[in-house]
C-alpha cells in the first residue's frame, strides 16, 4: 500500500483545512485508515482513524468535535476535515494504516508527511 498525503499549509487559529490521503497498491478497503501529527520535539500521536466501512470513527481527545475523518473508497481516498484550528495543532500529519486494540496504531504503512501550520 503507498498512501499520498496532501494538503497542508498555513492557517489562521480558527480556520479549517482539508488534508487527503490517497492509497494506492494494494486493495485499500479492508484497512482501517487514519491520521497521526508529530509536533517539533513531540512524539507522533494518534489524531483520528476510520474504519474500512466508514461506520466506524474514533478520535483523539484534541481533536474531538473539530476534525473529521470522511473517506470514499470509490476514490481510494481518506479525508481530514479539521475546522477551529489552534496553534497547538502544528504539526506534520501522516495518514496510516491501523489497527485496533487498547490503543490505535500503525500497521505498517505511513504517508509522507504534509506540515500544518496554524498562526495565532
Known amino acids: 500500500v503507498q498512501l499520498q498525503a496532501s494538503g497542508g499549509g498555513l492557517v489562521q487559529a480558527g480556520g479549517s483545512l482539508r488534508l487527503s490521503c490517497a492509497a494506492s497498491?494494494?486493495?485499500?478497503?479492508?484497512?482501517?485508515l487514519g491520521w497521526f501529527r508529530q509536533a517539533p520535539g513531540k512524539e507522533r500521536e494518534f489524531v483520528a482513524v476510520?474504519?474500512?466501512?466508514?461506520?466506524?470513527?474514533y478520535y483523539s481527545d484534541y481533536v474531538k468535535g473539530r476534525f473529521t475523518i470522511p473517506r470514499n473508497n470509490r476514490a481510494n481516498t481518506v479525508y481530514l476535515q479539521m475546522n477551529s484550528l489552534k496553534p497547538e495543532d502544528t504539526a506534520v500529519y501522516y495518514c496510516?494504516?491501523?489497527?485496533?486494540?487498547?490503543?490505535?496504531?500503525?500497521?505498517?504503512?505511513w504517508g509522507q508527511g504534509t506540515l500544518v501550520t496554524v498562526s495565532s
Open positions: 497498491g494494494r486493495t485499500y478497503d479492508n484497512y482501517f
Open positions: 476510520i474504519s474500512w466501512s466508514g461506520g466506524r470513527t
Open positions: 496510516a494504516t491501523c489497527g485496533i486494540g487498547d490503543k490505535i496504531y500503525n500497521t505498517g504503512y
